[in-house]
């Protein structure tokens, strides 16, 4: 049974950083493209960063030089370094593996809310 766990959303104020986790069961993590979605109220999910196996590293541009993605596959886990937050990066994010690649399964986390304000 595969699990994606999120935590360390929470409320900020603008400027403010927050990290955020997913740790994997139920998969070979290290094989598997690991990615971080937001969806806000009113909108659809959107990509905000994803790292490949290899280490490849790909963001949204409205997060570019702001936000860092990065994973230990010793820990099965992936991190999203979120600094200078601004209130439209207020979302639920989403933690996404997608074994796709290697004809393996796609899968999401339950979500973390991020609320950036005053």
């Known amino acids: 049974q595969v699990q994606l766990v999120e935590s360390g959303g929470g409320l900020v104020q603008p400027g403010g950083s927050l990290r955020l986790s997913c740790t994997a069961s139920g998969v070979i993590f290290s094989i598997y493209t690991m990615g971080w979605y937001r969806q806000a109220p009113g909108k659809q999910r959107e990509l905000v960063a994803t790292t490949t196996s290899g280490g490849t590293t790909k963001f949204a541009d409205s997060v570019k030089d702001r936000f860092t993605i990065s994973r230990d596959n010793a820990k099965n886990t992936v991190y999203l370094d979120m600094n200078s937050l601004k209130p439209e990066d207020t979302a639920v994010y989403y933690c996404?593996?997608?074994?796709?690649?290697?004809?393996?399964?796609?899968?999401w986390g339950q979500g973390t809310q991020v609320t950036v304000s005053s």
């Open positions: 996404n593996a997608d074994g796709s690649m290697y004809l393996k399964g796609n899968y």
